[in-house]
């Protein structure tokens, strides 16, 4: 009896095992399927669009024209802002020329410098008015905010001559 009492647990533990055991089977594939299922469903898919198609396609047409127009208005004024600095660059390239221009005038002819600067109103035979002052030939002018001297050398009926930084000058009535 008790043979056949471990030999019916036996069995039916064998038996249970076995059911139970097959069913585990079946449920971990089932759950494997689904896993499947839902790992297809979201699977990344390789689309194609016809060649023709030069935009995003996942845009609409406005979209796309916004975007083009905004992209364009950004390169008008990025173009627009290098032309200014060119401009810029150039005026101050220029303006730096006159500059050496001018002091290397003014080294090789230094009576520029003040030959402007000097009104002649009058002449009075060996005298000369010159900016409201009466100087005869052999005096020194002296102007504001110039410490060289300039000279009278002499006066004729239609021109002074002047001496200024060793270089002689005419300047002429008018």
Not at 57 to 79: C, Y
Not at 90 to 105: F, G, N, T
Not at 140 to 163: D, H
Request: hydrophobic residues 35%; without cysteine.
């Amino acid at each position: 009896m008790k043979i056949l009492r471990i030999f019916t647990i036996l069995t039916l533990t064998f038996f249970i095992f076995s059911v139970f055991g097959h069913t585990q089977t079946i449920n971990r594939e089932a759950v494997a399927a689904k896993k499947n299922e839902k790992l297809e469903q979201f699977a990344i898919r390789k689309v194609s669009f016809p060649d023709n198609i030069k935009r995003d396609p996942t845009m609409s047409k406005d979209e796309t024209d916004n975007i083009e127009a905004e992209r364009l208005k950004r390169k008008q004024a990025e173009e627009a802002r290098i032309k200014k600095i060119q401009a810029e660059k150039l005026a101050k390239e220029q303006a730096e020329e006159k500059k050496r221009r001018l002091a290397e005038e003014l080294r090789l002819n230094p009576s520029k410098e003040v030959s402007y600067r000097i009104k002649i109103q009058g002449v009075i035979g060996n005298e000369v008015i010159l900016n409201g002052k009466i100087y005869s030939v052999g005096d020194t002018l002296y102007l504001s905010g110039n410490k060289n001297p300039i000279k009278i050398l002499s006066v004729g009926e239609s021109y002074v001559r002047f001496q200024y930084k060793g270089q002689k000058f005419n300047k002429i009535i008018k």
